[in-house]
């Protein structure tokens, strides 16, 4: 989910060419983390959103069966048709929005992944170490080459906007195949 932007974020962290550098990057990166921190209490609003739409259908249908029963037992050969469609309905909702749910807990465990390996990285970073390894120091900034402050900085804010329409676009995909 956070990939391209946690890439893009270690690729500027290593072309900062000054400590002013560094700094910029380190402060987009912590930015990111609340970004995707953000991402991750959205995906547990939606959740928890489906988690009730998904109880309401459980209890339907458990108003619908009961229906369904007291019209059998009093000859209501209507009422119980009707019962029994409404049944089939709110079974294939509740399947729905099981799937729905599992997948949601999937992409949090997901992004709660990343979220966590954004942070150790951003940490490590903060301390002076390479995002790849505990004993590896990050590569004097101090050198002349490398991109200047403008350019890491639009380099992670189009990251962070691709981001962005990325995840809308998963979400509006998934809103297309609801329907």
């Known amino acids: ?18 400590p002013a550098e560094g700094r910029a990057v380190l402060a987009m990166m912590r930015d ?5 921190r953000v991402g991750v209490k959205q995906i547990q609003a939606a959740l928890a959103k489906t988690e009730t739409q998904l109880e309401r259908e459980r209890q339907d249908l ?21 019962a029994a469609q409404f049944e089939h309905k709110h079974q294939e909702r509740i399947a729905v929005l099981e799937q729905k ?11 709660e992944q990343e979220v966590g390996e954004m942070t150790a990285q951003l ?24 991109p200047n402050p403008d350019t890491l900085r639009r380099d992670v ?4 906007r691709e981001g962005q329409a990325e995840r809308q676009l998963e979400e509006l995909k998934r809103r297309m195949g609801k329907r």
Do not use: C, W, Y
């Open 157 to 160: 804010e189009r990251a962070a």
């Open 62 to 82: 458990d108003t619908v069966r009961r229906r369904g029963r007291l019209a059998a037992g009093v000859n209501d050969a209507e009422t119980v048709r009707v």
């Open 123 to 146: 940490h490590a970073m903060r301390a002076g170490i390479s995002p790849g390894s505990a004993a590896e120091p990050i590569e004097d900034p101090t050198t002349p080459s490398g």
């Open 101 to 111: 749910a599992e997948s949601q807990r999937a992409e949090l465990a997901l992004a």
């Open 32 to 36: 990111a983390v609340v970004e995707a």
């Open 1 to 18: 989910m956070f990939e391209k932007l946690r890439d893009s974020l270690r690729d500027a962290m290593n072309r900062a060419s000054s």
